[in-house]
T-cell receptor
Framework: GEDVEQSLFLSVREGDSSVINCTYT??????LYWYKQEPGAGLQLLTY?????DMKQDQRLTVLLNKKDKHLSLRIADTQTGDSAIYFC??????????FGAGTRLFVKA | DSGVTQTPKHLITATGQRVTLRCSPR?????VYWYQQSLDQGLQFLIQ???????AKGNILERFSAQQFPDLHSELNLSSLELGDSALYFC?????????????FGPGTRLTVL
């Protein structure tokens, strides 16, 4: 079935890079997304990547996609305390469904 | 600001009651999605409407129902409420053209059932 898995927690120091990983199961996924949720707020779309791309960069964010291994990662360069949030990976699976992972809670230590 | 609005922001009610949550999608978006986020279950997809018609169903309980109106706003009705229904309820909308279907989320309604 369709499933998206992420590790639950990640802790990094301010200024370091953060790498949040995600695996998915549906090989027919067309788009993969990263969303950010700050405390008390809704999910905010950060970036997305089409399944025929390997990499997408947007300022401090780099998304890497390994379609063979069904692995997606989000790298945040020069992580700041304001990056502390929950990050959700999601896949646009077959049919009309977008499947979300459970979210990775990123803690940034000053 | 995503352009998706949800009301009310907070709702406190008692077990056995019925509530209605409202969502207005971004201008031009035809699809509306409802999600439930609780501490132990993560983000659960409930249901999707496209241009007034139900399109996809997720883990939605029979006590819950939704509809999308001609002006494309949507309502989620929760009845016979139980303590375990306490959660954040999010609405999202998308253009639903092509395969991108990028969803934009509202700020959520926090439901507390006492």
């Amino acid at each position: 079935g369709e499933d998206v898995e992420q590790s639950l927690f990640l802790s990094v120091r301010e200024g370091d890079s953060s790498v949040i990983n995600c695996t998915y199961t549906d090989s027919s996924s067309t788009y993969l997304y990263w969303y950010k949720q700050e405390p008390g707020a809704g999910l905010q779309l950060l970036t997305y990547i089409f399944s025929n791309m390997d990499m997408k960069q947007d300022q401090r964010l780099t998304v890497l996609l390994n379609k063979k291994d069904k692995h997606l990662s989000l790298r945040i360069a020069d992580t700041q305390t304001g990056d502390s949030a929950i990050y959700f990976c999601a896949e646009r699976a077959g049919g009309f469904k977008t499947i979300f992972g459970a979210g990775t809670r990123l803690f940034v230590k000053a | 600001d995503s352009g998706v609005t949800q009301t009310p922001k907070h709702l406190i009610t008692a077990t056995g009651q019925r509530v209605t949550l409202r969502c207005s999608p971004r201008s031009g978006d035809l699809s509306v999605y409802w999600y439930q986020q609780s501490l132990d279950q993560g983000l659960q997809f409930l249901i999707q409407y496209y241009n007034g018609e139900e399109r996809a169903k997720g883990n939605i309980l029979e006590r819950f129902s939704a509809q999308q109106f001609p002006d494309l706003h949507s309502e989620l009705n929760l009845s016979s409420l139980e303590l375990g229904d306490s959660a954040l309820y999010f609405c999202a909308s998308s253009r639903d053209r092509g395969r991108t279907d990028t969803q934009y989320f509202g700020p959520g309604t926090r439901l507390t059932v006492l």
